[in-house]
């Protein structure tokens, strides 16, 4: 069985050396969908619940909400960079609030403090389903990742590997044994 969440996300981006209207820089509404599975934990009768995976996914990805989002190559990076710069906003303004940890993995880099994600590749639907499974694949059983961002919409199919300790009370994973949320201790 599965309990499946989705995320909004708003983010700005454009196709660097595609020869079409998404060569200039646009922006979106992204929505992300995340589908986990497991067994049904029977003191809650779920498998995972779908606000846990939201707090799961958002702790990560929320650096992609309102950001640019370009690929490494892009002309279009150190002239923003250099605006910010000069701006006082590189390295952060006071109401730059909602922002996560500042990450760098073998297909993105995020710099919260400047609402900035490089990518390796061209941020396309596909694009979005691979970073967002790399980013994730360890904290969830993902069995499916779909994202729609405009008239685009792709998806992809995993294979779930991973054994979560589970509450029995609530449904969370367990942190060295206890939930996080509720206190509760395992054996």
């Not at 779908?50 to 989002?69: P, R």
């Not at 995993?158 to 969370?172: A, E, M, Q, S």
């Amino acid at each position: 069985m599965k309990s499946i969440a989705q995320l909004d996300l708003q983010y700005a981006h454009r196709f660097y050396g595609f020869k079409g209207e998404a060569q200039y820089l646009h922006g979106h509404t992204g929505i992300l969908t995340i589908e986990v599975e497991d067994s049904i934990n029977k003191g809650v009768n779920m498998v995972f619940p779908c606000n846990e995976i939201k707090k799961i996914a958002w702790s990560i990805l929320q650096n992609f909400d309102h950001a640019l989002v370009l690929r490494e190559d892009d002309p279009l990076l150190p002239a923003i960079l250099d605006v910010y710069e000069k701006e006082g906003i590189k390295n952060g303004a006071p109401n730059n609030t909602n922002k996560g940890p500042c990450l760098k993995t073998d297909c993105l880099a995020m710099y919260p403090d400047c609402r900035i994600v490089v990518t390796k590749e061209t941020m396309t639907a596909e694009g979005m389903i691979k970073m967002a499974y790399e980013l994730l694949k360890n904290k969830l059983n993902i069995t499916k990742i779909s994202f729609t961002s405009g008239s685009n919409t792709a998806s992809e199919d995993f294979t779930t590997n991973l054994i979560i300790d589970r509450c029995p009370l609530c449904g969370v994973a367990l942190e060295n044994k206890i939930c996080p949320k509720c206190g509760y201790k395992g054996a």
